[in-house]
């Protein structure tokens, strides 16, 4: 028993080493991925300076259970692939420790593992996400942030309104607009004008346009109706934004929801986001099996793609599941058979690995 103590201790010394050094370079990787994308991103989504960088910690903390994955896997591979290559791991396999006694050997830390990325998928990301959609929607809540583009729709007041220019100059806090298109979805109104300002009205925190020499379509979307007019303006001041109508970021989405909310509820999505919660532990589990195989290597060999092998694999398995999760299904018994099917395919894949490992060993022998 002490042996195997003394087996168990060394090989889990060496993964947490190298899952160590992984986790540190994949955290450097996506934070700053993250860094770029809210900068890039701030000014058009009206995100302030002090709000950057909890909106990037969030967003790392979000992809964490991604990192602990490919960090384990990578991990696993390196170690065992470097104990393979030094052959220090031909005592185990006379030993009677193969694939499979390997990942035995392994489960334990297997399962400290599992257990965190599970926490994270159930517990912590919802939460995450929900704190994000709380930030968004805040950037959203400001007038003074809105900021029009030329040659693009954009929608305001929950999308009832259709906003476009064809040219835009900023000159200080004012945007001087040329051909500019409004429709109103909410009393069918169409407002072309030669010329737009914004004005911010700081007292009621609404947001005008001074419109100038324009034409106003009335009940634009039955022009045989008698309801129909055209009327033109000299100067009209447009109102584009009211804080009561702003466009809100829906915290309650599917991925902000608890999970207790998710098993309490009977819908499609729900049961999709429950799977793929539960999808991140169980790839986890299943990929470990996986890496036991990759990380073999031929003490003599010189090329090496174990590590090769195990970002593609995962990065296909993630990628499907993805793509499932998009899909739609006519009812519940077709979500739990598409990601029963997913895992168990990977499951067949390490069957196969091994039995073929197998019989080539039996072949040798013989």
């Known amino acids: 028993m002490s042996k195997k103590f003394k087996i168990v ?30 900068l890039n991103n701030s000014y058009s989504q009206g995100i302030l300076g002090s709000e950057l960088l909890s909106l ?32 220090e791991l031909i005592i185990l396999s006379t030993a009677g420790y193969g694939d499979i006694g390997i990942f035995k050997l392994l489960i334990p830390i297997n399962l400290i ?23 968004k929607n805040d950037a959203n809540s400001r007038p003074d942030f809105i900021f029009f583009r030329d040659g693009v729709f954009q929608n305001f007041q929950n999308k009832n309104l259709t906003f476009y220019a064809s040219e835009i100059k900023t000159e200080g806090d004012n945007q001087i607009m040329k051909n500019v298109f409004i429709f109103s979805d909410l009393d069918k109104r169409l407002i072309l004008s030669n010329r737009g300002e914004k004005y911010l009205d700081k007292y009621s925190n609404k947001i005008y346009l001074k419109l100038s020499d324009g ?24 109102l584009l934004y009211d804080q009561n109508t702003v466009d809100l970021v829906d915290v309650t989405s599917i991925e902000s929801r608890k999970t207790l909310e998710l098993f309490n509820s009977f819908d499609k ?3 999709i986001e429950i799977f793929n919660r539960l999808s991140v532990p169980v790839s986890l589990l299943i990929m470990t ?12 060999g010189k090329s090496n793609f174990a590590l090769a092998f195990g970002l593609i694999t995962y ?23 598409a990601f029963s099917l997913i895992h168990l395919s990977f499951l067949l894949i390490v069957f196969i690995i091994q039995t073929y490992r197998n019989n080539l060993f039996f072949n040798n022998t013989n």
Do not use: C, W
């Open 9 to 38: 201790k060394f090989l889990n010394g060496q993964i947490l080493i190298s899952f160590f050094a992984f986790f540190l370079i994949l955290s450097i990787v996506v934070f700053g991925n993250q860094f770029y994308l809210v």
């Open 56 to 87: 990037m910690s969030l967003k790392y903390v979000r992809d964490i259970p991604l990192i602990l994955n490919l960090s384990f896997i990578f991990a696993l591979i390196f170690s065992i692939n470097k104990l393979h290559r030094s052959s």
């Open 113 to 135: 593992f599992v257990f965190v990325v599970t926490l994270f998928a159930f517990l912590i990301t919802p939460e995450v996400n929900r704190q994000i959609s709380l930030i």
């Open 215 to 238: 034409k106003i379509y009335k009940n634009f979307t039955s022009l045989s109706s008698d309801n129909f007019s055209v009327s033109t303006f000299k100067n009209l001041d447009f």
């Open 269 to 271: 999505k729900s049961k």
């Open 289 to 300: 099996i996986l890496s036991v195989q990759f990380s073999r290597a031929n003490p003599r």
């Open 315 to 337: 990065l296909t398995y993630f990628n499907i599941l993805t793509y499932v999760s998009e899909l739609k299904f006519n009812n519940e018994n077709e979500i739990t058979f």
